[in-house]
């Protein structure tokens, strides 16, 4: 089978209509895109006739035609039956006036073809008797029988199909040394003209929607032309043989129904069906004629949209129309003339066995999209076939590829999401900390400038208002002042000196540390400290709590701050509750909660910005959650809030049990 369909990449989907509706799986999908196999394809027109997309692409022989044009000597085109339904509204005259009006010198019709052919079955089913006779008008059947049926070959008819029958009568009898164009319905016709066992009759083949463009090429009007007859032999009854049925009334055969001897199957799936029948099991059906298309008036290249009961209907309405101006005995007479064309032929076995593959190949191809258990196997055929076996047998012979399976590709789409999500969150994490790490350096670096120069000055003014406060008398007027003096000034030293830490933070002195030791001393200073009187401190902690690498230093301010925040946060009194956790091999987890006033929501997202603070004038410097932050980050942890209003607030920190010695480094450099 010559190349006569191909795909055209840049159109096709991969919706895979075209594998699950080809009757010989002549389809290979190839990086997603679905290929026709040529040595397969049988030119069926299946895949043109589904392929939403126009992606499907007949072999295109205007050119060729056109060629035999220019050139010398007469060219004839040949019309099919069935093209009066094809270019309905207009006249059959009017496209017979047309197709002359392109430069052909004669117009003939295929149905004198079937007339000679339709002699020929009633002979050889006069000489056949009881032996089954598959009838062989359509090449697609031929095709499909030669390559996937061909222990049916002895019982094809060795009789050519109707326009090899005309190309002959022609050359042979009435102008040898005309050239043919066919012009009709079929796609298989153009590898047809081509078969070694039937070639050199007929030297170009045309479908309808060629014809169509080259009569809008030329600018010809169909409907504007007058009506002329057809050239040469004419056809009689003949020219019904495009209708389902159409060569047993052509041929005068007829069988009774009860007797199953006669039977007229139409359409892919009923060829399909009865072929296979044929090779398993005996039948009594005598004469078998069978087509791919719903006959030859649903031909894949019609190019109407009328229904296919439309198109019997015009057909048959012209066959009656012509019927009555030919008698039988003219029908006869030329019929006579023709009398010893050849109209044999003969048929090539072309099957070629594709490889079986074994269970466990089978299996391990499931395997490759999740498919491991039967209930895997939901054979939704979206892939294009019935079964997922069927599909991996696919994939085994190279037809089909294991990513087609559309159940697979939404769960690896659905898992790639989860995944983009989580990698999506994760950015978002690492961006909101870069950008805090990056606000901390910047404060860090003014934080130090700002108390190298204030601390100097600030330590001098202590110093003499301490001295004045001590020459004065209590009961003198100024000793109010140089106390509150004092008091700011002591003040300000305090806020230098947080200041002094917060540039100091990412200077981690790691060593182990028993995090269980460092918060039970932190909560014995807090039961001492006024500020925590009235609140209750509730201790959970892990008794098998390892030791971690850490700063503890850095880790006694952090925790003192959270433990201050949290007394600060109930001034009525409380409960706050200090807990750990070895959460895994790698960290454990410090939680602080308190049952406080809890955090507004709008404040969450500015917790940990240096200087905020909703505390009044005064009262802090909004410097503590910023260093309790730089303070996990340094050392790789992480730490987070919960928060209700009026319930309380939890803060929990998340610590790597082991500080790496570049980490280390890293925090030492404050790169991330």
Not at 243 to 254: C, E, F, Y
Request: glycine content about 8%; overall charge negative; aromatic content about 6%.
């Amino acid at each position: 089978m010559a190349g006569v369909v191909r795909t055209m990449e840049h159109k096709c989907k991969r919706c895979y209509n075209c594998v699950r509706n080809c009757p010989v799986n002549a389809i290979k999908v190839e990086g997603g895109q679905a290929k026709v196999i040529e040595d397969r394809c049988i030119g069926c027109g299946s895949c043109v006739k589904v392929c939403a997309q126009g992606a499907k692409e007949i072999l295109c022989s205007i050119g060729s035609a056109e060629n035999l044009l220019k050139g010398k000597g007469p060219v004839f085109a040949a019309l099919a039956p069935s093209f009066p339904a094809a270019f309905y509204p207009a006249r059959p005259g009017q496209v017979i006036s047309a197709v002359r009006a392109l430069g052909f010198d004669e117009v003939l019709e295929v149905a004198f073809g079937a007339e000679l052919v339709g002699r020929a079955y009633r002979e050889l089913a006069r000489q056949k008797g009881n032996e089954l006779i598959i009838t062989t008008p359509c090449p697609a059947l031929v095709t499909y029988v030669e390559k996937y049926a061909p222990s049916l070959i002895p019982n094809l008819a060795p009789i050519v199909s109707p326009i090899i029958a005309l190309g002959r009568a022609v050359k042979e009898k009435y102008h040898p040394g005309a050239k043919i164009v066919f012009i009709g319905p079929c796609i298989a016709k153009k590898a047809e003209i081509v078969d070694e066992n039937v070639d050199g009759v007929v030297e170009v083949a045309l479908t309808y929607d060629e014809l169509r463009e080259m009569l809008s090429d030329a600018e010809i009007d169909l409907l504007s032309l007058p009506e002329t007859d057809f050239d040469g032999p004419c056809a009689h009854v003949a020219r019904i043989f495009p209708v389902s049925g159409g060569l047993l009334r052509t041929a005068q055969l007829s069988g009774d129904i009860l007797e199953n001897e006669i039977l007229v199957t139409e359409g892919k799936d009923n060829v399909l069906q009865i072929i296979d029948s044929l090779r398993r099991e005996p039948m009594q059906v005598r004469f078998l004629d069978i087509l791919f298309c719903e006959g030859c008036i649903n031909g894949p290249v019609m190019g109407t949209d009328l229904s296919v009961f439309a198109r019997k209907e015009i057909v048959t309405d012209y066959v009656n129309e012509e019927r009555a101006e030919h008698s039988w005995e003219e029908r006869e007479r030329v019929l006579a003339h023709y009398h010893d064309v050849d109209l044999s032929r003969r048929f090539t076995d072309r099957s070629s066995a594709l490889p079986v593959p074994s269970e466990e190949e089978i299996r391990a191809i499931l395997a490759q999209i999740d498919k491991t258990k039967p209930e895997d196997e939901l054979n939704c055929g979206a892939c294009g076939y019935a079964t997922c076996r069927e599909k991996a047998v696919a994939v085994f012979q190279g037809l089909a590829e294991a990513e087609m399976c559309l159940p697979y590709l939404i769960d690896q789409l659905e898992e790639n999401l989860a995944t983009l999500e989580q990698y999506q969150r994760e950015l978002h994490a690492t961006q909101d900390q870069l950008i805090q790490s990056e606000k901390l350096a910047s404060m860090g670096q003014l934080a130090a400038g700002v108390a190298h120069e204030i601390n100097n000055p600030l330590g001098t003014v202590l110093l003499y208002a301490d001295v004045l406060l001590k020459e004065t008398a209590p009961e003198d007027a100024m000793a109010g002042d140089l106390s509150m003096i004092v008091q700011q000034a002591r003040r300000c030293k305090a806020i230098v000196t947080n200041l002094l830490n917060f540039a100091r933070q990412n200077e981690i002195i790691a060593q182990p540390t028993q995090l269980n030791e460092l918060l039970n001393d932190l909560v014995g200073e807090c039961e001492r400290d006024p500020l925590f009187r009235g609140i209750e401190i509730v201790k959970q902690f892990d008794p098998h709590l390892p030791l971690i690498q850490a700063d503890p230093g850095q880790l006694g301010q952090l925790f003192l701050n959270l433990l201050h925040n949290a007394a600060e946060a109930m001034p009525q009194g409380g409960t706050l509750t200090l807990g750990t956790a070895a959460c895994d091999k790698e960290s454990v987890l410090i939680s602080v909660a308190d049952t406080g006033c809890g955090i507004p929501k709008e404040n969450m997202r500015r917790l940990f910005t240096p200087f905020f603070t909703t505390k009044p004038i005064g009262q802090g410097t909004g410097l503590g959650l910023a260093i309790s932050y730089g303070v996990v980050k340094m050392h790789r942890g992480n730490i987070a809030v919960q928060s209700e209003a009026n319930r309380g607030t939890t803060f929990l920190i998340t610590l790597p049990r082991e500080l790496s010695a570049v980490a280390a480094v890293q925090a030492g450099t404050g790169e991330p």
